[in-house]
């Protein structure tokens, strides 16, 4: 998947998180506005969470 952001000079964190509300994958986006992502992760419903300093947001995707 990938994830576009508006300020490259922010460092923001990025997790996935399972239905079951674990969390699968953490990282650090930092240096640039748009990151893909490549997540080994099995079928199912997850979310992406990402947070800076002054935005929050989540998106739901699911893994066929």
């Given at each position: 998947f990938?994830?576009r ?6 460092k923001f ?6 239905v ?16 893909k992502?490549?997540l080994?992760l ?8 990402v947070q ?13």
């Amino acid at each position: 998947f990938s994830i576009r952001l508006d300020d490259a000079s922010e460092k923001f964190s990025l997790e996935v998180i399972n239905v079951e509300g674990k969390v699968v994958y953490k990282s650090t986006l930092e240096g640039s506005t748009e990151f893909k992502q490549t997540l080994a992760l099995p079928s199912g419903m997850y979310y992406a969470r990402v947070q800076g300093k002054n935005v929050r947001g989540v998106k739901s995707f699911v893994v066929q």
